[in-house]
């Protein structure tokens, strides 16, 4: 089955730590997000890439960096210069830039605390 | 800057109660307005409405935009415990090139369903 495959579920982090969260997709998608999902805050997004070895910072990229090698592929890295990490990260896909006809497919996630 | 408001932030009712969700926008380049349910993780695709006046409809739930108001409402009626969900409303716009820009979130309405 397609679909978008984000792991680990659960993760933690020491201070001044880099963690890496993955997402792998094999929709044949273009267009790969990661979005940071707080309570009360809705999904903020950090960054995103439309291509292979391109990507652009989103609303709240300080702190991440990604790398797009592959087009199935989009890791997310949590740097130890994101002070506040502990949230709910959610990987996404679509065709193209925008959603195309359907908006995002969405991975189940990753909940990362800081310990 | 691109801003997505739904109302209300949380909202508790009983079983078969109908409940009538909002949300607003305002943002430049309007492309669509998407409806997703997140029960535990992944936001799981409802609908998408790109002309005012027309009701999408699937089961119980269906949802209209009013392009002139700047606005959407996601109806479900005969509620059930498992439409306990965030029901998350988000917008994609045009990019400047003529591409599209993804999509912008509002916080999310917590429905709670209780039996």
């Known amino acids: 089955d397609g679909g978008i495959t984000q792991s680990p579920k659960y993760l933690f982090r020491k201070e001044g730590q880099n963690v890496t969260l993955s997402c792998e997709q094999n929709l044949n998608h273009d267009a790969m997000y990661w979005y940071r999902q707080d309570p009360g805050q809705g999904l903020r997004l950090i960054y995103y890439?439309?291509?292979?070895?391109?990507?652009q910072k989103g609303d709240i990229a300080e702190g991440y960096s990604v790398s797009r090698e592959k087009k199935e592929s989009f890791p997310l890295t949590v740097t130890s210069a994101q002070k506040n990490p502990t949230a709910f990260y959610l990987c996404?896909?679509?065709?193209?830039?925008?959603?195309?006809?359907?908006?995002?497919?969405f991975g189940s996630g990753t909940r990362l605390t800081v310990v | 800057e691109d801003k997505v408001v739904q109302s209300p932030l949380s909202l508790v009712v009983h079983e078969g109660d109908t409940v009538t969700l909002n949300c607003s926008y305002e943002?430049?380049?309007?492309?669509?307005l998407l409806w997703y349910k997140q029960e535990k993780k992944a936001p799981t695709f409802l609908f998408m409405l790109?002309?005012?006046?027309i009701e999408k409809k699937s089961g119980r739930l269906s949802s209209i935009l009013d392009k002139k108001e700047l606005s959407s409402i996601l109806n479900i009626t005969a509620t059930q415990t498992g439409d306990s969900a965030i029901y998350l409303c988000a917008v994609a716009t045009r990019g400047s090139g003529g591409g599209a820009d993804g999509l912008t979130f509002g916080k999310g309405t917590h429905l709670i369903i209780q039996p």
């Open positions: 996404a896909s679509s065709p193209s830039r925008g959603g195309g006809s359907y908006g995002y497919t």
């Open positions: 790109t002309s005012s006046g």
């Open positions: 943002v430049t380049n309007f492309r669509s």
């Open positions: 890439s439309q291509i292979v070895n391109d990507f």
